[in-house]
T-cell receptor, first 113, second 115 residues
């Protein structure tokens, strides 16, 4: 069975500090991985996706993620946090050729002055 | 280009009442999905429709029915609402469900409370 684990349901950083949101996956076949962001009272918006073309994936708003097969991880980073980054972030996994996305439980990011 | 739209935005029901959540997309996508979002549980797939005329159960289908009315519209029906169905419901669509790089696009959600 495939699954996604997001470590830390709440992460707090200072404005300007590094953002690191952790995602580990379990999949018996090569996965396709996604990060979504959800701003308050809104739907989910795609930040970036890994589809095996490159292990370092750049997304919108300065976010990037690195796929590490040996660590079964796909952590999301941003060098310098901005107040506008405060939101909930979801990691999701899709098996190649499948229809379904499996979501992690989400990480709420708080950015403090 | 509105993307994925959902109605209503908010709804309060009494136990046993029925209602239909509406979803429409204008991106000419083939596949559509219904998820529910509960605190600490992420999003869970209720039903999906890989293409017009087909529907399949997801992870948590009990208590729900769906209709793929046409290529644009995919509705979710609660026949007899229960408090356990209090949740935020998201509709999503994607171009081709089985494609490797298929990306799902989400609507703004419907916040449902069942008393």
């Amino acid at each position: 069975a495939q699954s996604v684990t997001q470590l830390g349901s709440h992460v707090s950083v200072s404005e300007g500090a590094l953002v690191l949101l952790r995602c580990n996956y379990s999949s018996s076949v090569p996965p396709y991985l996604f990060w979504y962001v959800q701003y308050p009272n809104q739907g989910l918006q795609l930040l970036l996706k890994y589809t095996s073309a490159a292990t370092l994936v750049k997304g919108i708003n300065g976010f990037e993620a690195e796929f590490k097969k040996s660590e079964t991880s796909f952590h999301l980073t941003k060098p310098s946090a901005h107040m506008s980054d405060a939101a909930e972030y979801f990691c999701a996994l899709k098996r190649g050729g499948g229809n379904k996305l499996t979501f992690g439980t989400g990480t709420q990011l708080k950015v403090e002055l | 280009n509105a993307g994925v739209t959902q109605t209503p935005k908010f709804q309060v029901l009494k136990t046993g009442q029925s209602m239909t959540l509406q979803c429409a997309q204008d991106m000419n996508h083939n596949s559509m999905y219904w998820y529910r979002q509960d605190p600490g549980m992420g999003l869970r797939l209720i039903y999906y429709s890989a293409s017009e005329g087909t529907t399949d159960k997801g992870e948590v289908p009990n208590g729900y029915n769906v209709s793929r009315l046409n290529k644009r519209e995919f509705s979710l029906r609660l026949e007899s609402a229960a408090p356990s169905q209090t949740s935020v419901y998201f509709c999503a669509s994607s171009e081709v469900a089985g494609a490797l790089t298929d990306t799902q696009y989400f609507g703004p959600g419907t916040r449902l409370t069942v008393l």
